[in-house]
């Protein structure tokens, strides 16, 4: 069994910086692609960022590029999004994935174990 928990979500105004955090444990710590993604309601979840490992190449779509920064801590089995210059439309459930692909993959069904989601509001 492996899990993802993530933590760090809450309520911000627009342009304000929060930074998320997943935990794994049992299988989910192996060193595979982690990714963060986020589902608003009434639309379908959204890859947001992903990293791999051991290269710890990342990956970001184009809404949050230059805006989030994802990373990881293999010692801490941890991995980390920092999001700045918050959106309302970055408003969401943001969950942490877990692949055994070793290069990045952006399609949520190539993800096999989820954590259960932070709620992430930013308010204009």
């Known amino acids: 069994q492996g899990q993802l928990a993530e933590s760090g979500g809450g309520l911000v105004q627009a342009g304000a910086s929060l930074r998320l955090s997943c935990a794994a444990t049992?299988?989910?710590?192996?060193?595979?692609?982690k990714a963060w993604f986020r589902q608003a309601p009434g639309k379908e979840r959204e890859f947001v960022a992903a990293?791999?490992?051991?290269?710890?190449?990342?990956y970001y779509s184009d809404t949050v590029k230059g805006r989030f920064t994802i990373s990881r801590d293999n010692d801490k089995n941890t991995v980390d999004l920092q999001m700045d210059r918050l959106k309302p439309d970055d408003t969401a459930v943001y969950s942490c994935?877990?692949?055994?692909?070793?290069?990045?993959?952006?399609?949520?069904?190539?993800?096999?174990?989820w954590g259960q989601g932070t709620q992430v509001t930013v308010s204009p």
């Open positions: 049992g299988r989910a710590t192996r060193s595979h692609t």
């Open positions: 994935a877990s692949t055994p692909w070793t290069v990045v993959v952006v399609i949520p069904r190539d993800y096999d174990i």
């Open positions: 990293i791999n490992w051991p290269r710890k190449s990342t």
